[in-house]
């Protein structure tokens, strides 16, 4: 069981869009629609803002978006704002009642 | 609203066990739709999932820890609890506990987290 790969870091400007890749094998992200999406501002509490792959919980932004293909889920944020720098994780099943995350991506508003 | 707070040692001595509570308020651990969690982040690295229980007492641990893990429940007292065992300074790590929905297979409310270090 190893941990999914994200990139370390991303960064975009106020306003624009970015993408986070989440990639998995064929045992995880690749054969359950389970993967989830946490924001986390360091010191504080990780907070869930996608889950199920695509569902986008009550009171997170609709510029927040998730998809998958194939092993790759992706998190997409729209319209980029300042409060949105923090460090974002991914999440998938792993199957036998096991789960793993991702390594995270720093996302810095430029 | 849910909270959960970890509590325990912040220092622990190589080769010892490593013990942490954590205590869930406005809400009861006894739901069957939830799952107890124990999640860590070593400094500088990602999240590593530790492993879960259920109230009735089914656990299930990440292979890489198994062998050194336990997590218990205490429903009397509304907490759950992380044993690990021959630790050394790679569990050096913040510990998180956490909520595991099992409707919507996310782990949806979590503690502040608590650094425990392990040096002699």
């Known amino acids: 069981q190893s941990a999914l790969t994200q990139p370390a870091s991303v960064s975009g400007s106020p306003g624009q869009s970015i993408t986070i890749s989440c990639t998995g094998t064929?045992?995880?992200?690749?054969?359950?629609?389970?993967v989830s999406w946490y924001q986390h501002y360091p010191g504080k509490a990780p907070k869930f803002m996608i889950y199920?792959?695509?569902k986008r919980p009550s009171g997170v932004s609709d510029r927040f978006s998730g998809s998958k293909s194939g092993n790759t889920a992706s998190l997409t944020i729209s319209g980029l704002q300042a409060e949105d720098e923090a460090d974002y994780y991914c999440?998938?099943?792993?199957?036998?009642?096991?789960?793993?995350f991702g390594g995270g991506t720093k996302l810095t508003v430029l | 609203q849910l909270q959960l707070q970890e509590s325990g040692p912040g220092l622990v001595k190589p080769s010892e066990t490593l013990s942490l509570t954590c205590t869930v308020s406005?809400?009861?651990?006894?739901?069957?739709?939830?799952?107890w969690v124990w999640i860590r982040q070593p400094p500088g690295k990602g999240l590593e999932w530790i492993g879960y229980?259920?109230?009735?007492?089914?656990?299930y641990y990440n292979p890489s820890l198994k062998s050194r893990v336990t997590i218990s429940v205490d429903t009397s007292k509304n907490q759950f609890s992380l044993k690990l065992t021959s630790v050394t300074a790679a569990d050096t790590a913040v510990y998180y506990c956490?909520?595991?929905?099992?409707?919507?297979?996310?782990?949806?409310?979590w503690g502040q987290g608590a650094l425990v270090t392990v040096s002699s």
């Open positions: 199920e792959v695509t």
């Open positions: 406005g809400g009861s651990i006894s739901s069957s739709s939830y799952h």
């Open positions: 229980i259920h109230y009735t007492g089914n656990t």
């Open positions: 064929s045992s995880d992200v690749g054969s359950y629609n389970l």
């Open positions: 999440c998938s099943y792993a199957g036998s009642n096991t789960w793993v």
């Open positions: 956490a909520r595991y929905a099992t409707p919507t297979a996310v782990f949806d409310y």
